[in-house]
């Protein structure tokens, strides 16, 4: 698993010991990500907007694995 976080302007960013609310995903798994969007599931999830660019990112950074545990990445909107 790993944890998702809406940082203040909308973007997301995945680790585990960032502070705020945080999102549960499975690790590695697009079907994953797909299914919470589908579901809105981040909107509820987070309490407030989330950046569609991010989601996006989130995609594409789920499909190639899980982050390795040292490290923290913001998931950056696409341009």
Not at 2 to 24: E, F, N, Q, S
């Given at each position: 698993?790993?944890?998702v976080v809406r940082l203040t302007d909308g973007t997301l960013?995945?680790?585990r010991t960032l502070?705020?609310?945080g999102a549960?995903?499975?690790a590695g798994s697009p079907e994953c990500v797909a299914e919470a969007r589908r579901r809105?599931?981040?909107e509820r999830a987070f309490r407030g907007p989330v950046d569609p660019g991010s989601l996006e990112c989130l995609d594409s950074s789920r499909a190639s694995g899980p982050p390795r545990a040292d490290v923290?990445?913001?998931v950056?909107?696409?341009p």
């Amino acid at each position: 698993m790993v944890r998702v976080v809406r940082l203040t302007d909308g973007t997301l960013a995945i680790g585990r010991t960032l502070p705020g609310r945080g999102a549960w995903l499975c690790a590695g798994s697009p079907e994953c990500v797909a299914e919470a969007r589908r579901r809105r599931a981040f909107e509820r999830a987070f309490r407030g907007p989330v950046d569609p660019g991010s989601l996006e990112c989130l995609d594409s950074s789920r499909a190639s694995g899980p982050p390795r545990a040292d490290v923290e990445a913001a998931v950056e909107p696409l341009p």
